[in-house]
């Protein structure tokens, strides 16, 4: 510029202070400032903003305190926006009593803080513990005319949750929705982290689904947080609820937060999957669990016992007893011992279609595989089979079970007798002749 007779004027170095501030060169902006007088360049309000902002920003605050103090020199007067970088930098170095000290001294000045000043400090009193404090500053905040923002309200749901108070929670978005105040990506993510950080992962996924349904795209940070919530509770699948939110989330919302699981280099594992396809289940969505198994298998991975049980469990509930057969076949392949709670929801969706051949094959496959016998009796026959009145059947099994020397325990047996004292005399008579 020089070079061309061209000098840069006041507006000019505004704006490369500014430049240099937000990339955290500050050092450099103070430096041209130090040498602006030299170069006939009078000091502004923007430029002492811009490098008292950026010294706090870097963590020097007693060099921006220096500066506050050189303006009145200069013939600058700091405002709003001079404090509020200054108390926010005390309140990074955890000086709460200076930040409060220039929070009175603003008056005095000639200055008035607005609802960011109040923010600040507020978060930094919770921070601290001096939740009385923060409470006082939040009634004299309404007090003195200033009106709470969606990050005030951001701030008080911080607390709650950090006081294990969920059930004020509601009541503040309640009071938020009153007064016409939105929900900001701030907030959204606070609630995702609040709630995922005590293990509700379904609240979570549901506060994904409001934000969603609000037009409040999810940004990098939303998805980091869910990861960490995924990852604190890898053994948690029972979070998800099957609510009516998780029946709504969308399959490409679960890519999108697998695609930034990759991105971050957190590779999803199995229980990342397991959550996921597990959640897709408990509410019927069995092609999304499908697709899941899908990008699971192609990166590699290998399902364990819980997702086939998932995936199993839903195909019952849906109906698709054969897609069930089909997947507890693999799971056998692969060395699994399923649950006998599976066997016994599979036999009783498969004796309410009444295919009998199929659940006599399979009880009789079950007596002669490592399982324990009278844990097959308790819940195949007793809690199963027998539930649901198929009595002949029961009787049938016992004479095979006599054939294979299967024998019951004295405790089973009497527990057995009691269960079906009201069932045909012609079983009682089996059992009794077996004693």
Known sequence: MTENGVFPDQQTYSILFDA??????????????????????????????????????????????????RMASEGCFPDTYTYNSLIGGLCKERKLEEAIQLLHEMPEKGVEPDTNTFNVLINEM?????ADLAKKTLGQMVSSGYSWDSYTFTIIIGFCFNEGRL???????????????????????????????????????????????????PDHLTFAILLDCLYRNSN???????????????????????????KRGCIPCNSTYYILISAFCRCGRLDEAQILLGCMRETGLSPNDKIYASLI????????????LNLLSVMNDFGYLPDLRLYQHLLSGLCDEGQFEKVKSMVL??????????????????????????????????SKMEEKHCRISPPTYSLLIRKINCSQDGLQRQLKSQG
């Open 20 to 69: 240099l501030c937000k990339a955290g060169r500050a050092e450099e902006a103070n430096v041209l400032f130090t040498s602006l007088s030299k170069k006939g360049v009078k000091a502004s309000n923007v430029m002492y903003n811009s490098l008292i902002h950026g010294e706090c920003e870097i963590g020097h605050v007693d060099k921006a305190q220096a500066l506050l103090e």
């Open 126 to 130: 919770f921070k601290k513990g001096e």
């Open 167 to 217: 059930e004020d929670i509601d009541n503040i978005m309640d009071e938020m929705k009153s007064k016409s105040i939105i929900p900001d990506l701030v907030t959204y993510n606070s609630l995702i982290h609040g709630y995922g950080k005590m293990g509700l992962l379904d609240k979570s996924f549901s506060i994904l689904k409001n934000m969603i349904d609000a037009a409040c795209k």
């Open 236 to 262: 948690a699948s029972e979070s998800f609820d099957s609510s009516q939110t998780w029946k709504q989330i969308g399959i490409d919302t679960v890519h999108e937060l697998l695609q930034q699981m990759t």
């Open 313 to 324: 469990h839903c195909c019952i509930n849906l109906k698709k007893h054969e897609e069930a």
């Open 365 to 398: 496959d079950l007596l002669e595989r490592d399982y324990n016998v009278d844990e097959v009796i308790w819940k195949i026959l007793i809690d199963g089979i027998l539930k649901i009145g198929h009595h002949e059947m029961c009787a049938d099994f016992f």
